[in-house]
């Protein structure tokens, strides 16, 4: 099942994507912060490192 992400601001970002994956708020602050996008990129080269906006 899909949701809307809302990314006008900060906090709307944060609250959909935590509705969305059926957490709170804090729990996905908690992920995000601990995530090492250097050791994610690294262990696969595949993932596109650039975007387009």
């Given at each position: 099942?899909?949701?809307?992400?809302?990314?006008?601001?900060?906090?709307?970002?944060?609250?959909?994507?935590?509705?969305?994956?059926?957490?709170?708020?804090?729990?996905?602050?908690?992920?995000?912060?601990?995530?090492?996008?250097?050791?994610?990129?690294?262990?696969?080269?595949?993932?596109p490192?650039?975007?387009?906006?």
């Amino acid at each position: 099942m899909g949701f809307v992400l809302h990314c006008s601001g900060r906090d709307n970002t944060l609250i959909t994507f935590s509705k969305g994956f059926g957490c709170t708020v804090p729990e996905l602050e908690i992920v995000l912060l601990d995530t090492d996008l250097e050791k994610v990129f690294t262990a696969d080269p595949y993932i596109p490192k650039t975007a387009s906006v």
